[in-house]
Each structure stands twice: as C-alpha cells, then as structure tokens.
C-alpha cells in the first residue's frame, strides 16, 4: 500500500507560479516511479510529468514546453512539480500518482497504482 497526499495549490493570476508537493508513506519509496496529471471540468485526466524512481530520468507531455519541473527527494519521501509562467489554461485539478512496476509508459494512467486526493490549481488571466 501506498499513501499520497498533494499539497500546495490554490489560486493565482496567469505569469505566477506554485510548487505543488506530495507527500508518500507505506512502501519504500525510492523503489518506484511517480508522475503527475491533471484534470480539468469536463476534461479527461492527462499526463503532465514523471520521474523514475531514482530521479535520473525525466518526462514531460509536450505542451509542459519548460514550464513545468519535476523532482523528487527520496529522503524526504516527496515528489514536487515546480510550475511557471501559469496560464489560465493551467486550471485544474492535479494528482500525483505511485507506479510501482516502474513501467516505461509513464504517460498512461492506467499505469499507475495508488493515486492522491488531488489538489486544486486556479489560473485567472
């Protein structure tokens, strides 16, 4: 079992920027990979970010275009996703997730094991 809880949201204007955290407990967490997603109203939840679970390796969706940074520190037992230059279209509900099989399509969903409760990420322009 894994826990997740995000942290760190809440409401800007566009060109800000936040750090959203997660915090995990149970398994060891340095022995899996973590991602990032977001769900906008009406929208189907996407892929935004993942890293491996050393934190050597890095992927973003495309449209993250340098704006978006991911890191983890596994002594702490947290993950974080480092946003910029926020757009209203940023608007969202973000989720951290725990893939513990380490699978190479980090983009899928479907890939991921135990998820967060999600955070609240509010860009007016």
């Known amino acids: 079992q894994v826990q997740l809880v995000e942290s760190g949201g809440g409401s800007v204007q566009a060109g800000d920027s936040l750090r959203l955290s997660c915090a995990a407990s149970?398994?060891?967490?340095?022995?899996?990979?973590m991602g990032w997603f977001r769900q906008a109203p009406g929208k189907e939840r996407e892929f935004v970010a993942a890293i491996s679970r050393s934190g050597g390796t890095l992927h973003y969706a495309d449209w993250v275009k340098d704006r978006f940074t991911i890191s983890r520190d596994n002594a702490k037992n947290m993950v974080y996703l480092q946003m910029n230059s926020l757009k209203a279209e940023d608007t969202a509900v973000y989720y951290c997730?725990?893939?513990?099989?380490?699978?190479?399509?980090?983009?899928?969903?479907?890939?991921?094991?135990?998820w967060g409760q999600g955070t609240q990420v509010t860009v007016s322009s």
């Open positions: 997730a725990a893939d513990l099989a380490n699978s190479p399509y980090y983009y899928s969903r479907l890939q991921y094991d135990y």
């Open positions: 149970g398994r060891t967490f340095s022995t899996y990979a």
